[in-house]
């Protein structure tokens, strides 16, 4: 089974809407971590936005906000007001177990967003 | 500090041949991960390294892939008698240990482009 699930190949948004990215994940560890990264076409992954699975807030990170739902297993990332150069890949992942224990990361497919104009 | 520096950027070689690659984290930095990207997929976990210590490695890496971080400072990745399915960009990040939220971001280097012909 996929540790990590992204079903949305491809997403558009116009400039200045809103925008969910879906991802679900797979574990039956009771500690891990989720996290976004950002990969434009240059090559570079850039963190996003953290959630620890005991968090109880969802994180937030300026415009990106992560929607934490622990029973459902997802972990969508919602982009506030898009931007032209928010265009680019989306990868989630997750970190199984507990921090600094020995961990295993697992990455999405990645969805790749286009921001119209 | 620059961030995480790999060397070389790109490498081509002939399959059966040996590459190595090297990764410079942040200097602060303790914890050192390995991944490859192949097009349009997202990162494997490759290896993990605590300081100088070795404490993960995926278990779909095979026994010609092998790393090391000396002194718990930069690493390497070899790869013997390379194939053709090991083209692939190698990824390298880096973090620091400790207990908070930003421990938890990851800072990729620009990666090592490895084309095995």
């Known amino acids: 089974a996929q540790k990590i699930t992204q079903t949305q190949p491809g997403m558009f948004v116009q400039e200045k809407e809103a925008v969910t990215l879906d991802c679900t994940y797979d574990t039956s560890d009771q500690s891990y971590g989720l996290f976004w990264y950002k990969q434009p076409s240059s090559g570079e992954m850039i963190f996003l936005i953290y959630?620890?699975?005991?968090?109880?807030q969802n994180a937030t990170e300026g415009r990106y906000s992560l929607n934490f739902q622990k029973a459902r297993k997802s972990a969508n990332l919602v982009i506030s007001a898009s931007q032209l150069g928010d265009s680019a890949m989306y990868f989630c992942?997750?970190?199984?177990?507990?921090?600094?224990?020995?961990?295993?990361?697992?990455f999405g497919t990645g969805t790749s967003l286009t921001v119209i104009p | 500090d620059t961030g995480v520096s790999q060397n070389p950027r790109h490498k081509i070689t002939k399959r059966g041949q040996n590459v190595t690659f090297r990764c410079d984290p942040i200097s602060e930095h303790n914890r050192l991960y390995w991944y490859r990207q192949t097009l349009g997929q997202g990162p494997e976990f490759l290896t993990y390294?605590?300081?100088?210590?070795?404490?993960?490695k995926s278990r779909l890496l095979s026994d010609r892939f092998s790393a090391e971080r000396p002194k718990g400072s930069f690493s390497t990745l070899e790869i013997q008698r390379t194939e053709q399915g090991d083209s692939a960009m190698y990824l390298c990040?880096?973090?620091?240990?400790?207990?908070?939220?930003?421990?938890?971001?990851?800072?990729f280097g620009p990666g090592t482009r490895l084309t095995v012909l």
């Open positions: 992942a997750m970190r199984e177990g507990r921090l600094g224990t020995g961990n295993q990361f697992y």
């Open positions: 990040a880096s973090s620091l240990r400790g207990g908070t939220r930003e421990d938890n971001e990851q800072f």
């Open positions: 959630q620890g699975s005991y968090d109880e």
């Open positions: 390294f605590q300081n100088e210590a070795q404490l993960e």
